[in-house]
């Protein structure tokens, strides 16, 4: 790992700090009711969408699910526009319309995110199969949970994809729990990546904690997609930091988390963020006032971001139905 480049290691590092940071930055607003729309936070699996976002090219896609900051982030979506939607502000990036749940910017790839399970496989899928018959060299990323595996949409795309030879990643972020549900009460087999290889798929399962083994395995995938033999499945293994959705879990009605204590501590000890700081330590290329530098800057555009929201205009009632549909051509 000594080949990479000390900027795209800061870079790595940066990019995860910032998806944390503005999670983080969420909960007192949620917790007060300043921020309305449900929020699922991307806390502890910024290595997963920072690893694979890196290995892609701008023109290439992804499409998310319900916790998806990280993956917008990590395309190269823009701060701002993210908090303001968050905000349901009309400067957000679908103009206060979408929500935490639905984030998107076609101008770096990031065709979008939906809260239903599963709900946006297929359209990855038809977007990698329009790049086959157009003959371009992109990839599409399909960023799903383990919640997914139970959704027949996952088979039926996974079957045509391998049939047609699609260019696409199918990329389950495995965080051991289907909402408030322990991975081992829905799945007879935690080894999900064996999907994949029952249709003839190239498929892997790393740790999805580990920001460089993802991008290492996401390059190695991209290039099977690119030279014309996708699909690929792989199985990111990680934990998400929080509840489900919100700060916690939130059951009925009292704040605190389900999950063992236990559980809880041991995955702190494998933060991704934390693993790839004593890495860059033990490189000799991070040291505590670049890391000082770095938290400052990124704690500034993530406050800045949120006064931006706060200050940004709500919507117009009246025009509840713009950009829903699009305007006929004269």
């Not at 935690?190 to 083994?213: A, E, H, Q, T």
Request: hydrophobic residues 35%; glycine residues 8%; aromatic residues 8%.
């Amino acid at each position: 790992m000594s080949y990479y480049h000390t900027k795209f290691l800061i870079n790595l590092y940066r990019k995860m700090l910032e998806i944390r940071l503005l999670e983080e930055s969420l909960v007192d607003p949620i917790i007060k009711g300043d921020i309305k729309t449900p929020c699922h936070l991307y806390s502890g699996q910024e290595a997963i969408a920072v690893g694979v976002c890196s290995a892609l090219n701008k023109n290439d896609l992804i499409f998310g699910n319900h916790r998806s900051h990280g993956h917008y982030l990590a395309k190269g979506g823009d701060l701002s526009q993210l908090v303001a939607e968050i905000y349901c502000k009309e400067t957000g990036c679908c103009k206060g319309r979408g929500g935490s749940m639905h984030v998107v910017s076609p101008e770096v790839g990031m065709l979008g995110a939906a809260p239903i399970v599963a709900g946006t496989i297929s359209i990855a899928l038809g977007a990698a199969l329009a790049f086959k018959m157009k003959k371009e060299k992109r990839v599409v990323v399909s960023f799903f949970g383990d919640g997914a595996t139970g959704e027949g949409v996952l088979y039926e795309s996974l079957n045509f994809a391998a049939l047609k030879k699609l260019p696409i990643i199918f990329a389950c972020e495995n965080n051991y729990y289907s909402t408030h549900m322990p991975i081992n009460e829905c799945r007879s087999n935690n080894d999900i990546y064996k999907i994949g290889i029952s249709f003839g798929i190239p498929s892997y399962r790393i740790d999805g904690n580990d920001v460089l083994k993802v991008y290492e395995i996401s390059r190695k995938a991209i290039k099977i997609c690119r030279e014309g033999n996708g699909p690929v499945f792989i199985q990111f293994d990680t934990y998400r930091l929080r509840g489900h959705v919100g700060p916690d879990d939130n059951i009925q009605g009292k704040r605190g988390d389900i999950r063992p204590k236990e559980e809880k501590e041991y995955w702190a000890k494998k933060d991704p963020i934390i693993k790839m700081e004593n890495f860059l330590i033990r490189k000799k290329i991070l040291d505590k006032k670049m890391k000082e530098k770095i938290l400052l800057e990124v704690n500034r555009l993530v406050n800045k971001a949120h006064s931006f929201a706060i200050n940004s205009p709500k919507p117009d009632k009246k025009e509840v139905t713009k950009y829903v549909f699009k305007k006929q051509e004269a």
